[in-house]
Each structure stands twice: as C-alpha cells, then as structure tokens.
C-alpha cells in the first residue's frame, strides 16, 4: 500500500469525513465596529479644554479603542472583538442566546445608532451589549433570525425553568 508523501495527507486518508452533525461557520452574516458617537461626551470635553494635554490624549485613546471594537455574525457564534494593543476575543455560541433587547440613548438615536443587549447561557459572558450600532432593530432581528436557524439546523430547543 502507497503512503501519502505529507503526514497531513496520511492523516487526511486515515481519518473518516467529519459526522454531519458537525457545523461549521461557512460565512459571515453582519459585521460593524462601535460607532464613535459613544465617545461624544469625550470628545466635546477634549475640544473645550484642548489647551491641557491629557484630555486629548484621552480622546485619543477612545478614538483607537473605539476603532478596534468590532462584532462579528457568523452562522454559529457573535464574536466581540476588542483592545487596542492586546487583542481579546469572546465569542457566544448563538443556540445559548436567550434573549434580545434594543435600547439607546438619545444621542445614539438621533444619529440612528443604539445597543442590542443580548442574554446568553454563556457562563463567561452571560450579557453582551453591542453598542452604537447603526440600525439597532435590523441588528436585533438579524441575530434572532440567525439564531432561530442555527437551532434548528442543530436540532436544539431552549428550555425556560
């Protein structure tokens, strides 16, 4: 019997094809960073008192953190991505989301931003607020189509008790 060149190969011949119960994320549904309109008072208070140093380099940082705050919608998980220098990343599966809310403030909704405030079994990140986000109501509705759809290709149903 002829051996595969690659130990990748090897292993790839040797292996079964993965069950069909194993989904994979095959695509990107929505993604949007946090809009800079929640550093509104930041940035006001930086243009007032620019002639001091530290409010604008505060301003900055918020800038940059803001920036680099990114949420993505696969078909499986909402991954939060944040930091500026250190990534972190914390993603919720979408079969443990339990509930969606919209809520915002009144800057944000005169600028057609808000958060969506989602409830989750994740045990290390039970609430995940996504904020400043641009149509907050077509966010929502997005994630609970989704998540409606990766139970029902998953064959999971929520229980309340």
Aim: charged fraction near 20%; hydrophobic fraction near 40%; include cysteine.
């Amino acid at each position: 019997m002829d051996q595969p060149d690659s130990p990748l190969l090897y292993r790839a011949a040797q292996d079964p094809a993965p069950p069909a119960s194993r989904v994979r994320e095959t695509e990107v549904l929505w993604s949007a960073s946090e809009g800079q309109i929640s550093n509104a008072g930041t940035f006001l208070v930086a243009f007032l008192t620019f002639w001091l140093v530290v409010p604008i380099f505060y301003a900055a940082y918020r800038y940059l953190r803001t920036a680099r705050h990114r949420y993505t919608l696969t078909d499986q998980r909402l991954i939060e991505e944040s930091g500026i220098l250190i990534k972190n990343v914390e993603s919720v599966e979408l079969y443990r989301i339990k509930d969606i809310s919209v809520k915002g403030t009144l800057t944000q909704s005169v600028f057609g931003r808000g958060q969506v405030v989602i409830q989750s079994t994740d045990a290390t990140c039970p609430t995940l607020l996504v904020n400043a986000v641009a149509n907050p109501v077509g966010v929502s509705q997005l994630v609970r189509n989704t998540v409606e759809d990766c139970r029902n290709s998953r064959g999971v149903r929520a229980f309340d008790f």
